[in-house]
T-cell receptor, first 114, second 113 residues
Framework: GAVVSQHPSRVICKSGTSVKIECRSL??????MFWYRQFPKKSLMLMAT?????????EQGVEKDKFLINHASLTLSTLTVTSAHPEDSSFYIC??????????FGQGTRLTVV | DAKTTQPPSMDCAEGRAANLPCNHS???????VYWYRQIHSQGPQYIIH???NNETNEMASLIITEDRKSSTLILPHATLRDTAVYYC??????????????FGQGTRLTINP
């Protein structure tokens, strides 16, 4: 299947700092990318949908100023957690899909805010 | 997208077939059934999808009932590496398929030696 690379796989940051997570589609053009977060023993929760070249659409309850999403090219989307706090600690996962393709997922990023 | 219902957990012996059921009684005519699985601390992995015909690939088989209100994912010879949470998701496919996947709670499948 198609490859989606997410980086970094783990990050620890201090409270109040910002963290950027990258999601790249390596062998196909991703017209749409999705960002999820997942708490321990829970299912994935969709945060936002981003289409290349346009503003992301955020799910209800997700702060757009807190979680900045950029999808500037057909192979790269980034999620920036701004002014991170311990409650933002979670497993963040991206997925990418192109026209007529299934969604493929990155490996996930474990964010720990201390 | 239509809602799906799955058992929260299942056990299966190594080497046996694992049959994972999913109910999707409100599925629409243009919605496909997708299966993903998530091994601990990894991103979900695509397994298979289908519209109304049964499907088979190198990973699994998907059996969809004639009325499309339920389906079964079959792992023919389960191994310990198949231990994961399996998600059944219904959504529009094809060129309109660039749509979000909404995950339910899934089935936690444990393969026992």
């Amino acid at each position: 299947g198609a490859v989606v690379s997410q980086h970094p796989s783990r990050v620890i940051c201090k409270s109040g700092t910002s963290v950027k997570i990258e999601c790249r589609s390596l062998d196909f053009q991703a017209t749409t990318m999705f960002w999820y977060r997942q708490f321990p023993k829970k299912s994935l929760m969709l945060m936002a949908t981003s289409n290349e070249g346009s503003k992301a659409t955020y799910e209800q309850g997700v702060e757009k100023d807190k979680f900045l999403i950029n999808h500037a090219s057909l192979t790269l989307s980034t999620l920036t957690v701004t002014s991170a706090h311990p409650e933002d600690s979670s497993f963040y996962i991206c997925s990418a899909t192109g026209w007529g393709t299934e969604a493929f997922f990155g490996q996930g990023t474990r964010l720990t805010v201390v | 997208d239509a809602k799906t219902t799955q058992p929260p957990s299942m056990d299966c012996a190594e080497g046996r077939a694992a049959n994972l059921p999913c109910n999707h009684s409100t599925i629409s005519g243009n919605e496909y059934v997708y299966w993903y699985r998530q091994i601990h601390s990894q991103g979900p992995q695509y397994i298979i999808h289908g519209l109304k015909n049964n499907e088979t690939n190198e990973m699994a088989s998907l059996i969809i009932t004639e009325d499309r209100k339920s389906s079964t994912l079959i792992l023919p010879h389960a191994t310990l590496r198949d231990t994961a949470v399996y998600y059944c998701i219904v959504r529009v496919g094809g060129i309109q398929g660039a749509q979000k996947l909404v995950f339910g709670q899934g089935t936690r499948l444990t393969i026992n030696p």
